[in-house]
């Protein structure tokens, strides 16, 4: 995704969730324990070039176990956050690796129908200044596994 002055940059602060997810029901209540396994890569590109421009990127894992419309519990991993300003530019491009995440998030829960979700988050922002800036983020995963343990 982008913002700013790079093509196809939105005018605005942009921030996007992908993810997988799993549904199980249990049949009695039980202390339920989420792990995954992913493999995790990330890009982004900032440019400011002006005075008080500023551009941001942000990224991420997160995990979700919830019931229907109600959100049990959430975690989130910050894996980069970058910003820069004035007369900067960056660019940076990380291979694939491993995340093992989240690691035995656990919740105790009853009867029902759940949903355990494994994500990835990007977000970029921009503030052109007297001049311009712009800010690109990226990140691709691939989920290998994903473990709900309810013994």
């Not at 049949?27 to 995954?36: E, Y």
């Not at 008080?52 to 894996?79: F, H, K, M």
């Amino acid at each position: 995704m982008k913002s700013g002055d790079i093509s196809g940059g939105a005018n605005t602060f942009v921030n996007a969730h992908c993810g997988v997810g799993v549904v199980f029901s249990l049949d009695r209540t039980a202390s339920v324990s989420l792990s995954g396994t992913l493999d995790f890569q990330y890009k982004y590109l900032l440019a400011c070039h002006g005075l008080s421009a500023s551009a941001t990127v942000d990224g991420g894992l997160e995990a979700s176990l919830s019931q229907g419309p109600t959100v049990i519990s959430y975690v989130s991993l910050p894996i980069y956050h970058k910003r820069l300003s004035g007369w900067e530019d960056e660019t940076v491009n990380v291979p694939f690796a491993t995340q093992n995440f989240p690691q035995g998030m656990a919740s105790q829960v009853g009867p029902g129908t759940y949903a355990f979700n494994l994500g990835i988050y990007a977000v970029s922002n921009f503030s052109g200044g007297i001049g311009g800036a712009a800010a690109q983020s990226a990140c691709q995963a691939m989920v290998r596994e994903m473990f709900i343990i309810a013994p």
